[in-house]
């Protein structure tokens, strides 16, 4: 800085030097017009350009630093003073530009600097990595693939740096001139592979936290070393950051800084995924082998984002290698997969993934063994004895407390055809399917019901539960990515994207010696998202100091919901369309070296209410010091799809999804964040507060029905909320030990009428405290990690008693009379994982190989709770989630 003061110094001296020894004002013209004669033989420039000044006694102006080093060979004898400037410049880094006050000022040349960022090994390309020219202030990231450009680089020798997480850093010297081409920058994945291991703090990252406001990346291929539940597992690693809560194991994925997970726009490959779990929540719906980068925005994403009000999860697919052929497989306890990647005449490449459990076709039985002689206990225990109720009064009666653990299956697919036709152009079609089974069935035995039932009294019954639900997503997208000159860049992108789930639940009773059973209860729950997108962005670096993002998108949504309820009742129907055209447009601009700020606007129209939304957005950071910056954003964000939350004070909650319309309007969310972060080669330490107002928020309940004929609309309801919170992250990047610790206070509430009496009331996914802690170290060549997490508990709403009443017709109707929404909470959820992983290497094959312990100390971790009011005693289920469960796994790959 100090230096570049100093020369505008000089060049400010010189000005007023040469304006007072002017003898004229000259114009653009006077280049073309004025003729001199030089002859120079290994001149200095100084002198050359002084010999100009004094024949033409024009205003040539130049900074003596920057001509001293060069000398210059010319014959000019009778030439315009145009022709002799650009035959002394010729062999400098220099050019000349004529002002319009007739100075002629001598600069330095300007050239963009354009590239791809590639994997040395595939030749990938690497989205989002940083380029900066070393030394200096100047910079940018790379796009999603992986193309840069950085603007009017002063010409001579530079060192460019490239930085991306999971790749050591790349540093390429070179010379700066005039039509460069585009470059390529190919780095290094980094990897432990020799007895003397060197750790550097970028080559262990598993987790960067951006100079971003909100903004965290994960490397797909570090977080093998962690942890998990079968393989490595993309959302469970993205759980184990502050302001990301995955300790309700049942969840449908990520609770961002108190948002739900239908409030997360998950994009993979553009297509949009709905449902981003596997087993009940313990597995993400990602294979890890088919993706190559993962960028999460927690809150105050960019304009280019719509449609979510709590954040962003961007997935992008391998592509696969264009040279070489891959093949690889990987096996554990829980499932199987394997990969393979095929070159398609060095311009392409095919990508094929698939992945799928297997307990169900072969190893059920011995999944029920391990289990068993793991926790010493069967999946679907029934135990007789009188427990004390949790909760409010079970209407005076100590319950029959129950668990059960259910039965699942799961698989995945993708696929992925890349092809570049030109330099300038790639085109990708990508494919994903996923789908879940899961099964939840349990028969208790000695069971005695309430007066009223038909069995009561009765000696020796029997009740079964059932409970079906299966869900899954299937989408395709095809992108052109074109490069049409240096600064500008275009992506058209077509989506398609179904999520379908169907729900079964019902009830089963009778004496254990009959064959024949009473169906008591019973509801179906079916819903289904299509969704076809059409997208159209534009990246523009139209100066230095000025990164333009812009585009358009149509998206053609449709939902259907039936639920039904007691076998017959049907308690909400909905076939809906609707349609939503969006156009944003955002400025990243850098008014000094130390400061960058994003201005944008997101302007949707949507269809079902005829209405325009306007959604401003603005974020900063600005570094106070090299390692210490403050950041901050703020914005308006809209969703037009929901998910809604389907009370169930007896079996747990469920959700559908539905469009708004204007019974139901679009939700709204306002964002505030500020935070500070430092950070040197060694830790880095973050800390971000968040603010969230959020309005239109809704819920479905049928406790408020009252009559079988009430319409399905009076049982939605709609309020307010606020989620507010601080969130804390150490992490050290250095050394053999390496990992994080986070920590995040945290608060939402909700305030729909009439629950609560109108009052306020924790939300379902309220949790005060959170606490994750994350280690790995590098003993030899083996990796050892082990996590640890701890959450309040979540609050839920309990049932006091159930009554019946006599209707006119003579029929009997059972009402349930509940406590306080959400009063209560379940226990602390908290458990701690640990793993052990080594690589081993042969001619042709590379072998990874790892142990993981999924709750180690075995802690009964409640998913939901369950009441059974017929019965006498009330029977309490609490439905928990995995004990103590060891998985190994074995992967399989060409080198």
Same mark, same amino acid.
């Given at each position: ?19 007072? /020894?002017? /003898? ?85 040349? *300007? ?29 940018? +990231? ?41 470059? +390529? ?106 993706? $190559? ?47 393979? @990647? ?36 069967? *999946? ?103 490069? =049409? ?54 990246? !523009? ?47 990243? !601009? ?26 401003? #957005? ?17 914005? $308006? ?19 559908? =999804? ?27 330490? &973050? ?12 819920? /479905?309940?049928? #406790? ?19 989620? $507010? ?21 945290? $608060?939402?509430?909700? +305030? ?13 996914? &309220? ?20 996590? =640890? ?12 008693? @159930? ?16 406590? &306080? ?25 590379? %072998? ?14 409640? %998913? ?16 928990? +989630? ?14």
């Amino acid at each position: 800085m100090k230096k570049n003061l100093s020369q505008r110094l000089v060049l400010l001296l010189l000005h007023i030097t040469t304006s007072a /020894f002017a /003898f004229g004002v000259t114009d653009k013209s006077d280049l073309d017009r004025v003729r001199v004669r030089l002859e120079a033989q290994d001149l200095p420039l100084r002198e050359a350009l002084q010999s100009l000044v004094a024949q033409t006694k024009l205003q040539i102006v130049f900074d003596d630093a920057r001509v001293k080093d060069f000398k210059v060979d010319c014959s000019c004898p009778n030439v315009t003073l145009r022709q002799a400037l650009e035959a002394l410049l010729k062999t400098t880094s220099l050019t000349f530009e004529a002002m319009s006050d007739g100075q002629i000022v001598i600069v330095s040349r *300007k050239a963009n600097l354009k590239g791809y960022i590639r994997d040395a090994e595939s030749g990938e390309t690497l989205p989002y990595a940083s380029v900066v020219i070393k030394g200096t202030p100047q910079g940018t +990231t790379s796009n999603v693939n992986g193309y840069f450009v950085l603007v009017n680089v002063p010409a001579g020798a530079c060192t460019l740096r490239a930085q991306h997480i999971g790749y050591r850093p790349l540093e390429m010297a070179l010379e700066v001139k005039p039509g460069h081409e585009a470059l +390529t920058l190919n780095m290094q994945q980094s990897v432990l592979q020799s007895e003397e291991i060197v750790i550097t703090a970028e080559n262990l990252q598993t987790m960067e936290v951006t100079a971003e406001p909100a903004q965290v990346r994960i490397s797909p291929r570090q977080i093998a070393a962690l942890p998990s539940v079968g393989e490595a597992d993309l959302f469970r690693a993205l759980q184990l950051l502050p302001g990301i809560s995955g300790v309700n194991d049942g969840s449908s994925g990520l609770y961002v800084r108190g948002g739900t997970p239908n409030e997360n726009h998950v994009l993979f490959d553009g297509m949009t995924i709905y449902h981003v779990d596997h087993l009940f929540g313990f597995i993400s719906a990602f294979n890890p082998e088919a993706i $190559k980068d993962v960028r999460v925005f927690k809150g105050g994403f960019p304009a280019k984002f719509g449609g979510r009000t709590s954040s962003v999860v961007e997935l992008t697919g391998k592509s696969g290698s264009f040279e070489q052929l891959y093949a690889g497989v990987s096996v554990n306890l829980l499932s199987g997969s394997g990969t393979l @990647q095929l070159p398609l005449a060095q311009r392409g490449a095919l990508l094929l993934s698939f992945r799928r459990s297997y307990m169900d076709v072969i190893n059920s039985d011995l999944y029920n063994r391990i289990y068993t002689s793991i926790t010493g206990q069967e *999946k679907s225990a029934g135990s007789g004895e009188a427990q004390s109720p949790q909760g409010p009064g079970a209407a005076g009666l100590t319950p029959r407390l129950e668990t059960y653990t259910p039965d699942f299956y799961y698989y995945d697919f993708n696929g992925k055809l890349s092809y570049a036709s030109s330099r300038r152009d790639l085109f990708s079609l990508s494919f994903y399917n996923g789908k879940d089974n899961l099964q939840q069935a349990q028969q208790l035995g000695n069971v005695q019901f309430r007066p009223g039932n038909p069995q009561a009294g009765a000696q020796n019954n029997r009740l079964n539960f059932e409970d079906v639900t299966k869900w899954g997503n299937v989408g395709v997208s095809g992108k052109w990515a074109r490069a =049409w000159n240096d600064r500008f860049y275009s992506n058209l992108l077509a989506a398609y994207s179904l999520y379908s789930s169907t729900s079964g639940r019902g009830t089963n009773s009778g004496p254990e010696n009959q064959n024949t059973l009473r169906r008591a209860f019973s509801s179906q729950e079916n819903n289904e998202v299509a969704d076809l997108t059409l997208q159209f962005d534009h990246e !523009w670096q139209a100066a230095k100091a000025h990164r333009l993002e812009f585009g358009a998108q149509h998206v053609r949504t449709e939902v259907d919901i039936r639920f039904t309820s007691n076998d017959t009742l049907e308690v909400l129907r909905r076939n809906a369309q609707a349609g939503q055209t969006a156009l944003y447009l955002q400025d990243q !601009w850098r008014p000094l070296a130390a400061l960058d700020l994003a201005f944008g606007v997101r302007a949707t129209n949507y269809a079902p209410t005829s209405e325009n939304y306007f959604e401003p #957005r603005l974020s900063f950071k600005w570094f106070l010091h090299k390692n210490f910056w403050v950041k901050g954003a703020w914005g $308006k964000y809209h969703q037009f799809v929901n998910r809604i939350t389907n009370e169930n004070v007896l079996q747990g909650n469920r959700d559908f =999804w539905l469009l708004a319309d204007e019974q139901l309007p679009p939700s709204l969310a306002e964002h505030q964040i500020l935070g500070m972060s430092y950070e040197n080669h060694n830790f880095i330490f &973050d800390v971000e507060a968040y603010y969230k107002n959020l309005t239109n928020v809704a819920e /479905f309940s049928q #406790r408020f029905r009252r009559s079988p004929e009430e319409r399905p609309e009076n049982l939605f309801f709609l309020g307010k909320g606020v989620a $507010k919170g601080i969130e804390f992250l150490a992490q050290k990047k250095f050394g053999k030990l390496n990992g994080w610790a986070g920590y995040t206070l945290g $608060k939402v509430e909700y +305030t729909i009428p009439p629950f609560n009496n109108g009052a306020a009331y924790p939300a379902n996914q &309220d949790r005060r405290h959170e606490v994750k802690l994350v280690g790995n170290y590098i003993l030899g060549k083996w990796n050892l990690a082990a996590t =640890w997490v701890y959450a309040t508990g979540a609050p839920y709403t309990a049932p006091e008693n @159930q009554y019946s009443l006599t209707l006119l017709d003579g029929s009997a109707r059972s009402f349930i009379h509940v406590g &306080d929404k959400n009063a209560q909470r379940l226990p602390a959820y908290h458990r701690m994982d640990v793993s052990v992983s080594r690589q081993f290497e042969s001619s042709a094959l590379v %072998w990874d190989l790892g142990l993981s312990v999924f709750n180690l100390y075995d802690h009964k971790n409640v %998913w939901y709770r369950e009441y059974v009011l017929d019965t006498n005693p009330v029977i309490v289920r609490d439905v928990i +989630t995995l004990g103590f469960t060891p998985t190994v796994t074995l992967k399989v790959g060409l080198k």
